[in-house]
């Protein structure tokens, strides 16, 4: 199916661009070699997001079977009854082994739920582990501490698919992107110039499979942002987040970025002025545009940075006024 639809694509490149057969097989060639890349960081963010979504089963049963035994081995039983057929299940089942088979130490249990804690790297896995050991080797009343750390939990679940949301979200925009700036290069082949069609002329061939390379690219690029550890993800305070992104903003150099979108700006220009020599008019001006957005990008980037910081603040406010969020099990 997938190189059905490749064909498919490739065959509307073909049309859009006014591609040649050879330039048209070059880019079939390229989407066939680019689609093992985009497979390989698609089922990365594909186990990252279940391995969160395993740890997010984990904890909850596990804390609600332990309210309900009181003892960790039990609860481990039922957490591993409960899983699916899986790395986090067999994690479980070391750990249960673990416990079960070990008779010379004297802590027994911690040392078993460390194997679960060296797999998953994940602040809320060690709160739930220190609060069972701590409540079956000296007892105590559990309910309220169980209920803040499974309130503490469920909101650390909703930050993060909120993040596995923006990110998601953040992709679709580039694929948007990518699929726009392809649509107005293809608007522009078919607009009359002088009675000329320059879409056989060989450079423009060239520059449209440059371009059909870079926006593969820039998706393949885009794609890192859903390829993350996402219990990794809140190891880092939020409020350090929020000062690293203000950081940033306030050494924003304006001289230095200046300097970068005027050179972004040179090759655009240089081909607005050939193609006005040349007497391609629609050309130039898709050409004056893009030099035009190179020219402005440092502003526009700023101006996102800016928001970004603001939105921020605006979060770490209402986080302190919300209170702080419960980080002791005992």
């Not at 490739?10 to 591609?19: A, D, E, G, S």
């Not at 304006?254 to 007497?279: C, G, H, N, Q």
Request: glycine share 4%; hydrophobic share 45%.
């Amino acid at each position: 199916m997938t190189y059905i639809l490749i064909l498919f694509l490739t065959y509307v490149l073909h049309l859009l661009l006014k591609l040649n057969w050879v330039c048209t097989a070059v880019v079939l060639v390229f989407l066939l070699v680019m689609q093992h890349f985009h497979r390989i960081k698609g089922q990365r963010f594909q186990e990252a997001r279940k391995r969160f979504l395993d740890v997010s089963l984990y904890i909850d049963t596990l804390l609600y079977s332990f309210l309900k035994e009181q003892k960790i081995i039990r609860a481990f039983e039922d957490v591993k009854s409960t899983l699916a057929d899986g790395h986090m299940k067999e994690t479980v089942s070391m750990a249960i082994d673990h416990m079960m088979l070990t008779f010379d130490e004297t802590e027994v249990f911690v040392d078993a739920m460390r194997i679960i804690e060296d797999e998953y790297k994940c602040n809320r896995i060690v709160n739930a582990h220190e609060f069972m050991a701590h409540a079956e080797y000296y007892g105590g009343d559990i309910k309220e501490s169980a209920r803040i750390l499974l309130k503490d939990k469920s909101a650390w679940e909703r930050r993060i698919l909120r993040n596995i949301e923006d990110r998601q979200r953040m992709f679709h925009q580039i694929i948007l992107s990518v699929v726009t700036s392809v649509i107005i290069s293809g608007i522009i082949l078919y607009l009359p110039v002088l009675s000329m069609d320059i879409s056989s002329n060989i450079i423009v061939q060239i520059l449209s499979v440059a371009l059909i390379v870079l926006d593969d690219l820039i998706i393949l690029w885009g794609q890192k942002f859903l390829e993350v550890d996402y219990l990794g993800i809140d190891l880092l305070p939020e409020d350090d987040k929020h000062a690293k992104k203000l950081e940033e903003y306030k050494t924003y150099n304006p001289a230095k970025e200046l300097r970068t979108s005027i050179l972004m700006a040179v090759i655009p220009a240089l081909a607005s002025a050939f193609l006005l020599y040349t007497d391609r008019q629609w050309p130039a001006v898709a050409a004056m545009g893009a030099a035009l957005i190179c020219l402005n990008q440092h502003r526009i980037g700023h101006r996102l940075m800016k928001k970004k910081s603001d939105s921020g603040c605006k979060e770490c406010i209402s986080q302190v006024a919300d209170g702080p969020r419960p980080v002791d099990s005992e």
